[in-house]
Every structure is written in C-alpha cells, then in structure tokens.
C-alpha cells in the first residue's frame, strides 16, 4: 500500500498438507492424493512499525500462515521476505540465524508454550544463549550479562528480577505470557508474531497484557503480526487487517474502513455477529452455515454456499484480491460487478 | 410474582484439603424467576461454575456446600439423597457444559443418548421416545434429522455438537437450564447462531437459564439480569442494562472498561493493575480492596455487605449510609 519496501513481504504463499492413507492402502484402494489447502496463494506486506491483524474463524489457516512466517513450517510454494531477502534463497543455518533473531513469536497458550522443568531465567535465556548476544568474552563475564540482561527483561514486562529463580507453574496465566512475552523480546526482534495472545486470559488480564504489547511496540518500535479471532481486540490494536476464509484473503483494509465500511460478504457477516456489548438494541443475524471442509472446498468463491448474493460465476470462478481503492482490497465478483447486496445486510 | 423458581440463600462452597479449609463460595444470595435469563460473570477461579455446579448437585469432593440453601419451587434441593438427586437433574435442571465434544458420549449414536435420556425420566416407549428425539433435533435446528440421528459426535462439527447438548439439555423438559460457558469453545459466528437458539427455545419453553460465562457480550445480549462475582462472592448484581452501562461497583467499573469495544478509539485500555488474590491468599476485608482505587482504610476490615446503589446493588463500603 506504500512504496517503501515493507518489512515484511509475503507473496503467492501456499501451503499443503498431506492428508491422505498411507502409501499401500492408498495405491491398493487405487486413491487419489489428498491434500489439505491450509494457506492457498496468500499476499500481504508489512510495514515497520504497525500491527497488521489476521482474522477469521478457527481453521481458516491463520495460525498456518503465523507458522510459515517464522519458519516452523516450510512453505509448499510462494515466496516470504524480510526487509527484502527471500527466506527460500537461504540454506544454511548460518545464513539464516541472523534474520531469524529478528523475529519472533508469542503463543496462543501460555501454559504450554513454556518448558515447566526450567526455571523462568533460563526459558528467557534460552535465545540470548542460542544466538549468542553477549558480547564480553570468557564463561563467567558472559553469564554476568546473561543474568543482567534476563532481570531487565523481566523488569521490562511487569515482573520482578527476583521473579527469574521461579518455576512457571508458580505463576498465573496473565503472568506466564508477561513471560513469553520477554522470551520473545530476548533475542532483540523487530517483528513478533503474536498468535492469539490473549485468548486463553480473562478480560481484566487481557487489557493489561495489550497495553504493555503496546508501551513495547513504541519504546522499541516493534512490528506485530497479530492473529486472533477476537474483532473487538483486532480493532484495538491493529492498523492493517486481512481477513480469511478457508486458507485465502477475501479482504485487506486499513482498520477505519473495515470496520466503517466492510465490503466482503464475509467481513460483513462476521461483524453482524459480533455480541453488541452497546445493547444498541440491534438484533445480531447469525452467519447461517458453517465453514465447509476444507478438504473439499467448495469450487470457485468458498464462501458462495454461505454468501446471500453469490451467482453461477462465484460456483465457477475463484475471485482474487483486487484493488478496491487506497485503502482495501477484495476478493469477491459481486463487489467487481456492484452487485446490490444492501438488501440482504443492515 | 410470587416464589422465584430458584432461590439461592446464602451460600457457601468448602474445599476441605491437608492445609485447611479452602473456601470458594462465600455467602452468596441471589435468586431466579421462571423464564429469566440470568447471567454469572467474572474471571476464572471466581466461583462461577462451582455456584453452577452446586445447584446441580454436581459438585466433586473434596468440595462440599458447607451453608446456605438452595432452594427450587421452594423445595431444598441441597440436601437431597443421591437418588432423588440424579431423578431431578435431568427432569428439573438441565445442563449444557463448554466443551460439547466432552459431554457427548463418543462410543454412543447422537439417538442412542438422548432416548436414554428421555426414556430415564418418562414413561415413553422406544418409538416415542424417538419420535421425540426427533422432534428435539429437528427444533434445535440440525438438518436432516432423520440421518443425523444415528451418527456419532465425531461426525458432527462443534456448532452441532452444541445444539445437540443443548437437545439433550431439554429433552423432558425442565424448568431450569444451567448453561456453564455455552459458546466459550465455539467462533464468533457459531456463537449468535447458538446463543439465538438457546434464547428462544427458552423463550418458547418458559425455561429459566443460568447463564455462566466470562464474556460481557454474551451477557449483554442475552441476559435478564446479571451478577458479577469477585473471589468467590458476588461484588454486584442487577438488571444487565445497568451493570454494563452504568456499573456502580469500582471491580465491575474496571472490568466493563477493560473491554476493548469496536468503535470507540483509544491509545490503552483501562486496566485494573494485579489479579484476582488466589482462593487460599484471599485479604481480609473486602476482597477487592488492594486493587481497588477508591479504597478507604474500613475496607480491609469489614467485609461489605451487597446495598442498594440505584438500579442495582453492589457489595461495597462506599456505599454504606447511602454515599455515593
């Protein structure tokens, strides 16, 4: 949307699973393959500084797309760049660790996402040690600093150095991802993948996990790559959302206008059902249906089964992203054809 | 109006363990009328499903109701033997947990679990009692009922393994549902669809709905009236209107604006710094009282009592002689 390079620049990604029997009984029951589309062709930038959010219903390929980012998945194909260097065209670990340090990732689960047989000070440790960000030679000097550098850390998020000796199940939900979140801030990045965050924490908590994500974000100006399905927390903190539906994009928008303005289908009808905590008095219309099977989806537009306004060409034609204007982009022919669609949203 | 459906009188929740007596529930009163929705929130570990459970007689040892009462049509249900128990649960309480993949039996058919149910608490024979099951899945709203009878959980997505609970939950008829985090497990658009569902079938039924949840929107749309409760005790309680538009208590004032809300743009959210005391490390006094910013030094002392504050009431001591 600008023409500076973005920080991060994902373009055509894809990504499939295998889901098909084992080799013998697939060629004995003479079977196709079968593959599971989780991500199917997906472009997106970054830009440094803001929150670009990914929403949508759970199985949609959102945490796919979080996993492929930071590389714990390959992709199938499609190419992810970082301040302009395809990941693909490194091999060697050597070559990668550097990019590597630069991003990291925060957990849905704050739970599980910590070692519980190690202390907090070394779950934090952990990448200072594996990148080896001390810069003083000899074992004792370096461990000095390590010790410094996790207190601080610590001191960072809310916590207290002294808390470095504990153990993780000694600390609430709320407090555990305080701890990710240092984890995460350990190897200095410049870009955290936050894969719904704050899901797993009771509102009061979740406040307080979002404003010290965003003290974090402007004292050491981060960029967030923000999943979650929550609209009312996305519309909080992002400044550029996409929103998905089965493993693709239907729409990307600035924040104002998706939520003064959505256009896709979809957006509109995941934001009818949003509870109305306002008790404006307005009836929320349910989404009728579900998300199909994403091992055989529907052909052309997925969501025509859904969609109140999807003609023969949405069943045959799979619509891509297109320019809307300045601000959003959108994947769907009834918007290309200015398809009345008022009468079926309020 | 004459005797609510429900009344709970003072009740308490013990967890007897090695290092003492542990108490969840204190002294929490509040009552249900026939037909209502009403809402519990609060975060976890506030004692919400335990007050759920309780009434349902469901409660596991170690912990125990240890005072008050429980009445239903002015009948106490809290003392009852585990026969009578297991008779009324079902036939006059009915209940609908989180997880629907969890409260299904999975080696059983979807009909096999609701005819034994309905077979359970009436006289129906087989036939009827399928019929019956029939009609239950076809008002919950699954297509194809006739098919869907005879599948297995596994094969039912989570918005339909839902509706199918909530079948199970009225299959005789009762005069109470307990709904323990209905739509906590579900997306957002499964969770209108559901919530929808729930409100008019009870709507159609005159069923009473307890409705726990830690979800302010849930609420709002939903229910009658609402408690909040606070470490175990109810900190405010009144017409869902009120409390989330004009929350008196300073716990409910913090927790309505922490919400993020679509629309309205801020730089941070209000935060309420700390966390609820664990059940073991409760304060004395008002068991808000550390986190609270309008503490007086009578709040780590005495322990507020719920008082009349406008529309609702709210257990706090700047309320007392009728301040503020």
Redesign the interface.
């Known amino acids: 949307m600008s023409s500076e390079t973005p920080l991060l620049k994902v373009d055509a990604v894809q990504r499939f699973f295998d889901v098909s029997k084992p080799w013998l009984n697939r060629v004995l029951a003479n079977e196709p393959k079968l593959l599971l589309k989780a991500v199917d062709d997906i472009s997106f930038s970054i830009r440094k500084g803001e929150t670009f959010s990914l929403v949508g219903e759970s199985g949609c390929g959102k945490s796919t797309v979080a996993r492929l980012i930071v590389g714990l998945y390959p992709t199938s194909s499609g190419s992810i760049e970082f301040e302009g260097t395809d990941f693909s065209t490194l091999s060697k670990r050597n070559q990668m660790a550097p990019l590597r340090r630069r991003m990291t990732m925060i957990f849905q689960d704050p739970y599980t996402s910590l070692n519980p047989r190690w202390r907090v000070r070394d779950i934090i440790a952990e990448p200072i040690r594996a990148f080896g960000l001390t810069n003083t030679g000899g074992i004792s000097g370096s461990r000095l600093q390590i010790f410094n550098r996790v207190a601080e850390l610590l001191e960072q998020v809310g916590l207290s150095a002294a808390d470095g000796d504990k153990y993780p199940h000694e600390f609430s939900g709320g407090q555990c991802q305080r701890i990710s979140i240092a984890r995460a801030l350990a190897s200095e990045p410049d870009f955290i993948v936050c894969d719904e965050p704050t899901s797993a924490l009771d509102v009061s908590v979740q406040a307080q996990i979002l404003n010290l994500m965003k003290n974090l974000q402007r004292e050491l100006e981060l960029t967030y790559l923000f999943i979650s399905h929550d609209l009312a927390v996305v519309y909080h903190v992002s400044d550029n959302i996409g929103v998905m539906y089965l493993g693709r994009l239907c729409e990307i928008a600035d924040k104002e206008t998706l939520f003064t303005n959505p256009r896709h289908p979809y957006t509109r009808m995941l934001f009818n059902a949003i509870p109305d905590i306002n008790m404006s008095g307005k009836e929320r219309i349910p989404v009728s249906g579900e998300v199909p099977n994403p091992i055989e989806p529907p052909s052309g537009c997925t969501f025509h089964p859904r969609c109140p306004i999807a003609n023969e060409r949405c069943k045959r034609e799979r619509p891509e992203l297109q320019i809307v204007d300045s601000h959003s982009q959108v994947a769907c022919h009834a918007i290309e054809e200015k398809r009345n669609m008022e009468v079926h949203f309020i | 109006m004459s005797v609510p459906l429900l009344q709970i009188n003072n009740l308490s929740i013990e967890f007897n363990t090695r290092r003492g007596n542990l108490v969840a529930v204190e002294d929490i009163s509040f009552e249900v009328a026939e037909g209502e929705i009403f809402g519990i929130v609060g ?2 570990g506030a004692g919400k499903s335990l007050t759920g459970k309780a009434i349902i007689g469901l409660l596991e040892a170690p912990g125990r109701i240890s005072g008050g009462k429980i009445l239903l049509n002015n009948e106490r249900i809290d003392n009852l033997p585990y026969e009578q128990m297991r008779r009324l649960r079902g036939k006059s309480i009915g209940m609908v947990f989180q997880d629907p993949l969890t409260s299904l039996n999975p080696l059983y058919t979807i009909g096999r679990q609701l005819i034994e149910t309905i077979q359970t608490h009436t006289n129906h024979t087989a036939t009827q009692a399928k019929n019956r099951a029939l009609e239950l899945l076809r008002e919950v709203g699954i297509p194809a009922a006739e098919k869907r009878i005879d599948q297995f959980p596994h094969q039912f ?1 989570g ?2 393994r839902q509706r199918v609970v909530i079948a199970l939950a009225l299959c005789v008829n009762p005069k109470l549902i307990i709904a323990d985090e209905p739509t906590t497990a579900l ?7 559901i ?2 569902l729930l409100k008019n079938l009870c709507r159609k039924h005159g069923t009473a709905v307890i409705l726990i949840t ?5 609420i ?2 939903t229910a009658n009236r609402v408690a909040v409760m606070y470490a175990g005790k109810i900190a405010e309680i009144g017409p ?2 009120e409390v ?2 004009n929350p008196q208590h300073p716990y409910a004032q ?2 309505m604006a ?6 309205r743009k ?8 700390g ?1 609820m005391p664990r059940i073991a490390e409760r304060p004395s006094g008002c068991a808000f009282h550390p986190r609270c910013p309008h503490a007086i030094e009578l709040c780590n002392k005495q322990i507020p009592e719920l008082l009349n504050k406008g529309k609702t009431k709210a257990a706090c001591l700047l309320f007392r002689n009728g301040n503020p």
Do not use: N
């Open positions: 975060e976890s997505s918005g339909m997306d957002v658009s499964i969770q209108a669809q919530l929808t830690h979800d302010m929107g849930v709002a749309e869902v209107r989330v538009q913090g927790l922490s919400i993020p809300v679509i629309g801020m730089k941070y959210l209000a935060q309420i710094d966390s």
